[in-house]
């Protein structure tokens, strides 16, 4: 930075030395003139803002012209004459200023007394560092006021960690334009202003509030690891609030009026100080998950709404300011009907204090009927025979935890469960976890027997979820186990038992009485008779069969079953009658002789020819004594066994899953050679019976991706509700009935995912190997069979843009109530990965709501999802934002208008906005 020049000066002998452009004179120390100051000629670009602290201007020596005599062309001007203009200085870039600016602050700190000196004039004090204060601590949050503003635009506050007392008052008069009431436990709320003057640019953006038609309802309340103390009442009025979560907090109680937010989907009150509920929280209807654990509450009077005299389920809680604010709202006429996880883990309560049952009858129960998932750990339990027998009629019960509860062997008696009850007790529960509690394994194993819950106990706890008729069952210390883990111990055990069967069989194997030896020795009279030599642990155990768990497991089900019999009915041990152990999967192969692979192969080889033979000879077959593979081991030998499978048919959701056919790899890429290869799937699954291949089921069930023959002679066809044929490639074809006729009528989701289906679909109308095949279109095909379709998935197939048809669209997806049987309507609709170029076809769907102002006015329309993900869509059709659509997927495709924020950060709803506005 080039430095300008002082201007030359003019001094005379009778006046003092003009002072240059940076100088200033000052007088001396006796002198009494004034000091004589000149206006300092900045150096420095305008556009520069000065430093912060001024800087002390240096002094300079009088330059040696100063000191001549002067000339009598300057003892005429005046001295405080202005000097001649400086020339502008050049522009400093960006590097010059930012040096300057450094310099600047260098100098001020230098100039500033050094931290010893500080010490010694003002003491350690003054040296002591100050406490932060919040604003200080603000870590770049928005402030609570500017939080609660910003929440009218999208609906979501989050307020958590910030040591509030209550909810602010501003969150009422901000959003309601009301003031709330002065609440008792807090007098004085905080500022919640803090931090904004130290931001300008929050503070300007605070004002630009949303107008009172863009504002959106308060739809999550998120306020948890506060102090809050109390709620407003007045905290009802926010009547679209779908999730509220107050855990980590200091409620000891919650106004009545909270039971009035009938919209509650998430509700978590955990880690509070609750000792009680209002009582028509227990009737909300739309709470899905509830969590109250670590709280105080001694009951769960889930019938309290409805039996109360006093309370009335259908009314609304009466409002403090007076009657005619109050308004009628629907509660639930049963407790929490869509609760489905409730976590009451960590408080006071017993099985006595829930309310479980209609005065213990079997019909009726005050329990939710939708729970799923129950959590009971760690409360003092105590009997809860009456409680679980209330819990095994609940039919969606999947898991109940009662970790480190105070429960024991009373609450499990041998007659806990009914056999002949419909449907059977506990029909979905996969997971009861006991852990740590005085109850005991034989205990639970009578008390669960598999004739009475109709399921296969697992006492072995691995992260992996049961399969299907599978119930874990937790007791004692948990150790989690690993899938390999479990499987080593298994085959351990089986070698160590057939190790020692063999040692008993060389031992006695050449007496003729098996176990007995050939002659006894007989004692003689002059010697001392032997004392009969003590069995070790494991010879009773080979005499009594028990080498095995699961023949213990049995031997103790029949002693306690036995035992109770003979409690019962007065009758001796041995007129009891014991139920009929269940053998073990390994137990049935290792009688069959299908512990190896190879055996496993001959049985299915074996099965195969039996029903060829069978077939085509119309012969009865050949009766054995041992069990018959065919029924044991390979349960799909025919296709209505296979379809009947529960690998394949799920009863409790009237589900039909095929497995998946693909066409045979190249034999040289998958063997290294090419002399054979296998039409049957390599991909094995755990079948039902075994660790058996998935070739048993596919070899029985026919290739085409859709058979519907086979499956419309099933007994379930008629109730059928979901049909899934995901990768089903080998013959994209479909097997119908020689005339069209409806065969699942109640059918609602067909998924086609990854079948390698095109526009058009080969058909064949008989059930012979080569019987002649037409084309017909997939989509009205799929329409026709179909009425009650709900969700169709053709996702990574080869459709194109000529399939999706204004006619053919409209056909599949609106109702129609004038044809029989009528057709419901389509709600789901996937497309991904296809061959799309445009969706053309939904311009002329789009018809039906121009003109419409509500699209509830369209009665035929129910489609709520449309998945055109991953294809070549080049344009979007502006009259697709007229469709009243509830999810809209586009990503994956080529078009580039509108650009992808607009979906990312809007969504559906912005998108279909977005078109809507190039209509209008």
């Known amino acids: 930075m080039s430095r300008i020049p002082n201007p030359p000066t003019r001094s005379t002998p009778s006046s003092p030395t003009k002072p240059s452009a940076r100088t200033t004179l000052r007088a001396t120390a006796g002198s009494t003139t004034p000091t004589l100051r000149t206006r300092t000629i900045s150096t420095v670009n305008s556009r520069v803002r000065p430093p912060a602290s001024p800087v002390p201007p240096l002094r300079k020596k009088a330059s040696t012209k100063s000191l001549n005599s002067p000339s009598k062309a300057t003892s005429r001007r005046s001295p405080v004459e202005e000097p001649p203009p400086v020339p502008k200085a050049p522009a400093l870039s960006i590097k010059e200023q930012i040096a300057l600016r450094r310099a600047e602050a260098l100098k001020a700190k230098t100039s500033q007394p050094s931290s010893s000196t500080a010490l010694a004039s003002d003491g350690l004090d003054d040296e002591i560092p100050e406490a932060p204060t919040q604003q200080d601590l603000d870590l770049g949050r928005w402030s609570v006021k500017e939080t609660i503003e910003r929440a009218r635009s999208s609906g979501v506050l989050n307020i958590a960690s910030r040591a509030l007392p209550c909810l602010p008052s501003a969150l009422f008069e901000i959003h309601l334009g009301i003031t709330p009431e002065p609440l008792k436990l807090v007098t004085v709320e905080p500022s919640i202003t803090t931090g904004e003057s130290s931001n300008p640019r929050r503070k300007a953006t605070s004002q630009n509030a949303p107008s009172w038609f863009e504002a959106q309802d308060l739809g999550v ?165 009456s409680l679980l027998r209330a819990l095994s009629r609940l039919r969606s019960l999947r898991e109940i935890k009662a970790e480190l509860a105070e429960i024991g062997n009373e609450s499990f008696p041998v007659n806990l469960l009914s056999a002949n009850s419909s449907p059977p007790p506990f029909a979905e529960l996969r997971v009861l976890d006991l852990g740590e509690t005085r109850v005991t394994k034989p205990v639970v194993e009578a008390a669960l027997r598999a004739d009475v819950i109709n399921k296969t106990l697992d006492w072995d706890i691995t992260d992996e979820a049961p399969s299907t008729g599978v119930l874990r069952v937790m007791v004692g210390k948990k150790i989690i186990k690993e899938a390999w883990e479990i499987e080593a111990e298994r085959r351990a055990a089986m070698r160590l038992n057939k190790g020692r069967n063999t040692n008993l069989e060389s031992s006695f194997g050449d007496s003729p009485f098996g176990s ?131 690998l394949c048919y799920n009863s409790a959701t009237q589900t039909l899953t095929l497995p998946p056919s693909n066409p045979p790899t190249s034999a040289k890429n998958a063997f290294g050679h090419a002399r054979s290869f296998s039409l049957a799937p390599s991909k094995s699954v755990s079948s039902a019976l075994g660790d058996s291949s998935s070739s048993d089921l596919s070899l029985a069930i026919p290739t085409p991706t859709l058979p519907l023959v086979a499956i419309a002679s099933q007994s379930f066809a008629a109730k059928l509700s979901c049909l899934v044929l995901n990768n089903r490639r080998m013959d994209p074809c479909f097997n119908l009935l020689a005339e069209e006729s409806i065969v699942l009528p109640l059918l609602e989701e067909l998924s086609f995912e990854n079948c390698n289906l095109g526009d058009t679909v080969s058909v064949s109308r008989s059930q012979e190997a080569n019987a002649p095949r037409t084309n017909e279109s997939l989509i009205p095909l799929l329409t026709r069979l179909f009425p009650s379709l709900r969700m169709l998935d053709l996702s990574y197939n080869h459709l194109t843009s ?73 344009r979007l059709p502006p009259e697709l934002g007229l469709l009243p659509l509830d999810v809209l997927l586009v990503d994956g495709n080529v078009f580039r208008v509108p650009a992808r924020r607009v979906w990312e950060r809007e969504g559906t709803k912005g998108l279909l906005g977005w078109l809507r506005g190039r209509i209008e």
Do not use: Y
């Not at 079997?362 to 760690?378: A, V």
């Not at 999967?585 to 190896?596: D, F, K």
């Not at 445009?838 to 129910?862: A, N």
């Open 221 to 385: 309340l998120k306020a948890w690891s506060n102090e809050i103390v109390e709620i407003q009442p007045e905290i009802h009025m926010f009547g679209s609030l779908k999730t509220i979560d107050l855990h980590n907090n200091k409620l000891a109680s919650i106004p009545d009026t909270f039971a009035d937010l009938t919209a509650l989907v998430f509700l978590d009150l955990s880690h509070n100080q609750l000792n009680s509920l209002p009582t028509n929280i227990w009737a909300l209807p739309n709470v899905t998950t509830l969590n109250l654990s670590h709280n105080a509450l001694t009951a769960l009077p889930f019938s309290s709404p409805f039996t109360l005299s006093n309370s009335k389920p259908v009314s609304r809680t009466r409002d403090p300011r007076g009657d005619w604010f109050g308004q009628e709202v629907t509660r639930a006429t049963q407790p929490l009907p869509r609760l489905t996880i409730l976590d009451v883990s960590h408080n006071p309560l017993t099985a006595s204090s829930i309310d479980h049952s209609h005065n213990d009858q079997e019909d009726g129960l005050w329990l939710p009927n939708g729970l799923t998932k129950l959590d009971l750990s760690s409360n003092p339990l105590g009997n809860s025979a």
């Open 802 to 874: 000529k399939a999706l048809g204004g006619d053919v669209l409209s056909d599949l997806i609106l109702t129609r109530t004038d044809i029989d049987p009528p057709r419901k309507g389509l709600r789901h609709l996937r497309l991904r990965g296809n061959k799309l170029v445009d969706i053309d076809g939904f311009i002329s769907v789009s018809g039906l709501f121009k003109g419409h102002k509500d699209s509830r006015d369209v009665e035929s329309w129910k489609l709520e999802e449309l998945d055109v993900r991953d294809n070549e869509i080049g």
């Open 516 to 646: 007995l030896p050939m002659k006894a020795p007989v004692a003689k009279a002059h010697q001392p008779a032997k004392q009969e030599a003590a069995k070790e642990a494991w010879e009773v155990e080979a005499e009594q069969g028990l080498f095995t768990e699961g023949a213990k497991r049995r031997a103790r089900a029949q002693a306690a079953a036995a035992a109770q019999n003979s409690s019962s009915a007065g009758a001796s041990t041995s007129q009891t009658r014991a139920p009929v152990p269940q053998k073990e999967i390994w137990e049935i192969e290792a009688e069959q002789g299908l512990l190896t692979a190879g055996g496993r192969r001959r049985a299915r080889a074996a099965a195969m020819a039996a029903n060829l033979s069978a077939s085509t000879e119309r012969a009865p077959p050949v009766q054995s004594a041992s069990p018959s593979p065919t029924t044991d081991i390979t349960p799909s030998v025919s296709t209505s066994s296979a379809l009947c499978n529960p």
